[in-house]
């Protein structure tokens, strides 16, 4: 009798597991895009992966219905449906290049607005640590501005102006790291030049005044370990840089360590003069 009962709980296991598997093969049946299909049956299928968020799927969903049309009114849907699949699923490098398709095949589509803006993010989400290569950061910023120009004042350009800043700021702290890390191994001129590049490409970055402060203190420093007779040359640089302070950060919250840098510089250049002097 026991065994009886382990059998026929065995029995009907077997047959919930069956149930469960015929259930779910008719479930992917309904949503498989099959030969015969019309072009909207195939859409709606496609839209049903995307809606319950089976992105890889529904994006071989759409590029079937792509296959099939091209020249209807589906077209642009499934197209537009496509990139966002390939967004949604993150694999963001094809999901920009099928936003790009999508704006450069339906330029007068209501939706290109929003579709160049996400070919932009999606650049913007492949942007990697400050420290690593920063090849997509730059082609974020690139499709960014151009997004920027082309629809100015609108709330995604709001939007875009933001990624842009903090993108930059990233762009600024790695020349500012490479910098610190010159002073760090006493390379004085390297750390001026790449302050300096902080300074001049990321002017409106969160690491743009200390970098020019930092860029006064480099030539004071580079001007002190030098031979005397080129002393005179790189302390003037230190006071180039001072002066430079003063007009973009007249304010600046880092003035005080400015002016010391730059009391340096003069008490230098004096030394200098005076043992030129006495020769």
């Known amino acids: 009798m026991f065994n009886h009962n382990i059998y026929m709980l065995k029995k009907n296991n077997t047959l919930i597991l069956l149930l469960i598997l015929m259930v779910a093969a008719g479930c992917r049946s309904s949503h498989t895009i099959r030969p015969g299909d019309s072009i909207d049956v195939a859409f709606e299928k496609a839209m049903g992966l995307y809606e319950r968020e089976r992105y890889s799927q529904s994006a071989r969903a759409f590029e079937t219905v792509l296959s099939i049309a091209r020249g209807t009114d589906f077209a642009a849907d499934a197209q537009f449906y496509l990139a966002k699949s390939h967004f949604h699923n993150r694999a963001y490098l094809t999901a920009a290049s099928e936003f790009r398709r999508f704006s450069r095949n339906y330029t007068r589509d209501e939706r290109r607005e929003e579709a160049e803006f996400m070919e932009a993010y999606s650049h913007y989400r492949l942007s990697p640590r400050y420290n690593l290569d920063q090849t997509e950061t730059y082609n974020a910023l690139d499709r960014f501005q151009l997004f920027v120009t082309r629809y100015p004042g609108t709330e995604l350009a709001a939007e875009a102006q933001e990624y842009m800043d903090e993108m930059r700021d990233k762009l600024a702290k790695k020349k500012f790291n490479a910098a610190e890390m010159y002073m760090r191994i006493r390379e004085y001129r390297s750390a001026a030049i790449y302050y300096g590049l902080t300074v001049e490409r990321y002017p409106g970055s969160i690491y743009a005044e200390r970098s020019l402060v930092n860029k006064i203190l480099a030539y004071v420093n580079y001007a002190e370990n030098s031979v005397r007779d ?14 430079q302070y003063l007009q973009i950060f007249p304010r600046g919250e880092n003035r005080e360590r400015a002016e010391d840098y730059y009391d340096r510089a003069l008490a230098g250049l004096a030394d200098v003069t005076r043992a030129t002097a006495e020769r």
């Open 230 to 243: 080129r002393q005179q040359e790189r302390f003037e640089l230190a006071v180039e840089a001072y002066q």
